[in-house]
């Protein structure tokens, strides 16, 4: 692991240190009359830092807030991108791109993200907004609120996100912006399988218009991307925490335990992703405001793996010749004393196989909004509409070829935490010691969310005393969210033995593919489906392991909220806030399948067979939850703020880990206590008291400093368990594994964070700027599973430090960029169903920038994403010991050229 104690703290402290040098300075010049002149911010990365620091500042919360630079041009490639250099927020990624987003070092599940001010259906199987969905150029601004507010919409404990698209009567003229990129992705020209050879290209065009003498406003946007996937990995599979990857050695006198296995496949194909959005304001007057907002998307990915896999024969005769051991962090005691887990060494494989696996997926999004706005004298009344819908296919599907006496094999890694994998007996390219071995499916799924949603809002301005406004409002939402899936095993059917034919080898490898690894094999997928197996179809559509995999979730939610917003003065000093109280009513119904032991039937005389037991289930559960909350700013100075919060929040549970799906025989002979598809219908949601006290000093024109200091008691969160509880199934007692919530615990820390422009110093270097942040987060909070282990993660997606830093310039036009993200590392759950978690290593990217104004109408840009190359790292699976090897994945440094043009 990287020693992340330099890179978090050299960008901040010397932006402190600095602004005691400069402070004095940023005093606005003054005319001889005594007037200060106007500053103009110049560069349009400084605008919309500029523009997002007022949001900030004239917020009734703490909130933070990203900001276009223009019409359809968010600063950075991804919404995600542009969110993760606020203050506490840090990025999780998918095939390398930007893809969800964590607040203050907890994960996606325990954030709420709305886009325009509603709730939208998600396309994932959890809660977690996918930010990649949303076009970057089709979204005008975003604000992140840390602390609640009784009159925003529940949902978040770390916190929640809004993203706006573009509202049109915000502009007094007609606006044309087209935008077209070129993308290059370095990995992309060694891989195959990679669409275009690396190349990938992004268009965009947005418009706005006012008609009826500009009370009618239009605006239409379309965005098309096409990009190629290039990524490889290697990876060791997870050390159980029992017999099965376990072997005792002679020669050590102790039982050593080694990974299940490893892989490495590289991964070539493409994602294409379209979206489109619709604006229509209409504001006939100062007293009505009529507005319809639609969005549309879609996601297609295609993707090809390519690669081998192997397992570990754990056979007491075949004794490991142990290279390199680490004391184990299992904590079983059947394990005995001095057991370690082993690192590197020579072992017997049980099977070892070439691998060519498909993945595809198609997304698709629609969301469609209608708001009405009615103001009189004092009274603003405002309803709000909005129907959402997602669906999802997906199949993945992988074709394996046997390698026939695999025998012998060493492994171990590189000092980078690499896989190095070296065969002794076997060749995994020799098609005579190569047979075709069976299709697996899992899962071939269609899957889709629809939600509606209402909301009334009333506010009644007064001036009474302290008084300033009353809102009461209420909220309702009803969704339905389901996913059904197929999974298979399909064994040949034809040509059954025979040699692989050799016209079925093609050339679909890496030229960058690590050479202390093997060869291996690439097959034409569809011709070898169709000589072996005819077609790709389950063989036995809605059995157990079907039914087990599908579920659906109704959820129905009801919300009132009384709001009062005051104002007053303390020792002469204006003191704003609010305070209200938000009461939800959640109900649902989760539906689904159980399957108990399976029981021995005598098929015909002496032939017994087992017979699956399998009954449908449905089950409801409500819940209710009183959220106060109250926020109050103290202005000591026209430049200084303080501010307090306090309330309470909540967050539901991820709905996959809602299907009330029971499988004891995955408990009763899984690898891994902890492991299983059982969810649990019963699950009540995150809970937590906060408090958050911030000092904000805006001591010049596009400059601040920030501190915040944030505590969240935790009541409840969920976390999976093993042996959650016990089942009777037929009279016969059974432990179950799977999610549940625990309770007690705190999550507390910290942020910094400097804005600077540096106008004040002589040209040319007036046109320089630093925006640097630093957050620290600590919980008490432990996971259950490992059940056998010392090292116990703390709730998932919680990095104890995420840093930022972006160094601007602009000078006539020219515009140049340069950020570095880093977050510490943090527990992620790789497979949320399954219960397969790890450690996502500590990460930091560099970026880079560049742009160039020709004129008002014209803009070239040029953009480097990853500029260090830096991989993508996971360790500990199941045991979380730092000392493993796990998963290692490159997806190199990318490139991107634009042209924008503007009318």
Known sequence: MKSPINLRHTPLFLALTLISGVSTAQTPPQTSEGLVDEVVVTGKFAQSLQSAMEVKRNSATVVEAISAEDIGQLPDVSISDSLKRLPGLAQDRDRGNGSQISIRGMGGMLGFTTLNGREVAILEETRNIRYDQFPSELINSAQVYKTPQASIAEGGVSGSVNLNTIKPLDYDSTKVVVDVRATSFDLGKDIDDAANSGIGQRYSISYIDQFADDTLGVALGYSTRSEPIATQRAELWNYGDTWHNTQ?????????????????????????????????????????????????????????????????????????????????????????????????????????????????????????????????????????????????????????????????????????????????????????????????????????????????????????????????????????????????????????????????????????????????????????????????????????????????????????????????????????????????????????????????????????????????????????????????????????????????????????????????NQDLWGSNPGESTSGNPKLNPFRADQADLAYEWYYAEGSQIAVNLFYKDLESFIARAADAETVINNGKEYKVSRPINGSGGYIRGYELLWQQSFDFLPAPFNGLGVYTNYSHNESNVEQFVPLYSEYKAQLTGLSKDVANFTLWYYLNGFEARTSYSYRSAFQRDINLVMGEEGMNDSEGYWDLSLSYEFNDHYKVSFQVQNLTNEPYKAYGLESNNPAHINKYEEFGTRYSIGLNWRL
């Open 248 to 664: 005792w050695n002679d020669q050590l006198g102790a039982n050593v335990i080694a990974p299940w296995g490893g892989s490495a496949l590289v991964r070539g194909g493409e994602d294409e992703r379209q979206g489109a959005m619709v604006a229509i304001q209409w504001k006939p007057n100062d007293n009505l405001e009529i507005a319809y907002d639609g969005f549309w998307s879609s996601f297609d990915v295609s993707e090809q793996q390519r690669g081998f896999d192997f397992q570990i024969d754990n056979t007491y005769a075949n004794q490991w010749d142990l290279l390199e051991t680490t004391p184990t962090a299992y904590t079983n005691t059947d394990l005995g004393a001095n057991a370690v887990d082993l690192l590197s060494g020579t072992v017997g494989l049980s099977s070892l196989r070439n691998i060519n696996e498909e993945y595809v997926q198609n997304d698709e999004l629609t969301s469609h909004g209608l708001n009405v706005r009615w103001t009189q004298d004092l009274w603003t009344i405002a309803a709000d509409a909005g129907v959402s819908e997602t669906s999802r296919d997906k199949r993945w599907a992988s074709i394996r070829t046997l390698v026939n006496n695999p025998g012998r094999a060493t492994f171990g890694a590189t000092a980078d935490g690499r896989m190095t994998f070296a065969l002794l007996d076997a060749d995994l390219t020799d098609l005579a010691r190569n047979s075709i071995g069976d299709i697996q499916v899992q899962p071939d799924a269609a899957g889709g969310d629809k939600l509606t949603s209402f909301k009334l809002d009333v506010q009644r301005d007064l001036e009474a005393g302290i008084l300033q406004a009353v809102k009461v409002g209420l909220a309702s939402s009803s969704r339905d969210k389901f996913e059904h899936s197929q999974i298979w095993t399909q064994s040949a059917t034809q040509n059954t033995g025979s040699a692989i034919p050799a016209n079925l080898v093609i050339d679909a490898k890496s030229s960058s593919y690590w050479s202390d690894l093997p060869d291996y094999l690439s097959l034409d997928r569809n011709a070898l489906i169709s000589h072996y197996f005819g077609s790709l179809k389950n063989p036995s559509p809605g059995d157990a392991d079907d039914l087990i995999a599908s579920w659906d979730v109704s959820e129905d939610i009801f919300a009132q909220y009384l709001q009062l917003d005051l104002a007053t003065e303390i020792a002469g000093l204006p003191l704003t806030g609010n305070i209200g109280v938000r009461n939800v009513d959640t109900e649902t119904t989760a539906s689904g399948y159980q399957q108990g032991e399976d029981v021995w039937v005598e098929v015909t005389p002496g032939n017994w067979q087992p017979q699956q037991m399998i009954e449908a289930i449905a089950v409801d559960h409500d819940y209710n939850d009183v959220l106060p909350s109250t926020n109050w700013t103290l202005a000591v100075t026209d430049e200084q703020l303080i501010r307090f919060a306090a309330g309470k929040t909540m967050a539901r549970a991820p709905v996959n880990m809602m299907s009330p799906s029971l499988n004891l």
